[in-house]
């Protein structure tokens, strides 16, 4: 992989580089078709992660569907493949770690200790292997590509990072490889992640600007689902991911939910704009 990534880069290609754990959907595919309309060539990785799960998570049932994927990423037009096995990441005697201090214990981190370690990590040494002009993340994951973002500007990485909207399915529901652990009735169920964002949105259009009363109401509708067991439900500046009492700049609605045994997160970004707020779900 290495070899490859210096010849792209002697001959003046940008690359471009979609890091994934697998199990391929469409927003996997988004981000390869956005890595193809900038990038040559393309570089897509598939690994998973062991470091950023934690003891009791489903490290050992997250779904692996290589030779599925791989058929996925060559149609899609993907010109090469890094799938490395977890020995070649983490040899024996690993002990160096990256940690974003500040970010990285609010939230997910709250809710999973040692994730975003393990996050940033893994990706630190595959934009160090690949080398890629640019890399190419989705907005699920939205404090995921913030912290990575913040890692490349703090340690002065070459890689630009791309952050790409969220792909739902027809029903609202975002998509993501843990939706394969949902029974039918957890599926539907599901739903209501969306129904609460989306029912934010719909408050902010109307004016609403106070933020605990938002919040307030976000988890008056997950009540409604009796199925959903909420981990968190917040309202935060998208810069520093701290709680926020009213709207201003730049923010994020936060979800993590349980639906059944599966963990699920979504949200919503809210953007002030020459005193405008404009909503993205």
């Known amino acids: 992989m290495k070899q490859v990534a210096r010849q792209a880069r002697a001959e003046g290609r940008p690359t471009g580089f979609v890091p994934t754990m ?41 779904p692996r569907t290589l030779e599925a994927d791989s058929r996925k990423l060559a149609d899609a037009g993907v010109d090469y493949l890094f799938a490395p096995d977890p020995a070649e990441i983490y040899p024996p005697g690993f002990s160096t770690w990256v940690n974003v201090e500040g970010l990285s214990e609010r939230l997910e981190g709250r809710a999973r200790r040692g994730h975003f370690r393990g996050v940033t990590t893994v990706v630190l040494k595959l934009l160090e292997i690949v080398q890629p002009a640019k890399a190419f993340f989705g907005r699920k994951d939205a404090q995921q590509a913030r912290i990575i973002r913040k890692m490349a500007r703090d340690l002065h990485l070459d890689s630009e990072i791309v952050v790409c909207p969220i792909v739902r399915e027809p029903d609202g529901l975002a998509m993501s490889s843990r939706n394969a652990y949902l029974s039918p009735e957890e599926r539907r169920a599901a739903t209501i992640l969306f129904r609460v964002l989306d029912g934010a949105r719909a408050s902010i259009a109307r004016g609403e600007r106070d933020a605990l009363r938002l919040t307030a109401a976000m988890r008056e509708t997950l009540r409604t689902e009796p199925l959903a067991e909420p981990e968190y439900v917040e309202l935060v500046d998208a810069e520093t991911l701290e709680p926020v009492t009213r709207l201003r700049g730049e923010c994020l609605a936060l979800l993590a939910v349980r639906i059944g045994g599966v963990r699920l997160i979504d949200n919503l970004l809210i953007e002030q704009r020459e005193g405008e707020f404009q909503t993205t779900l």
Do not use: M, W
């Open 22 to 62: 697998g199990a391929l959907h469409a927003g996997h595919l988004l981000l390869v078709r956005a890595a193809l309309a900038e990038c040559h060539p393309v570089i897509a990785s598939i690994f998973v992660n062991p470091t950023q799960f934690g003891p009791s998570e489903d490290f050992q049932k997250y």
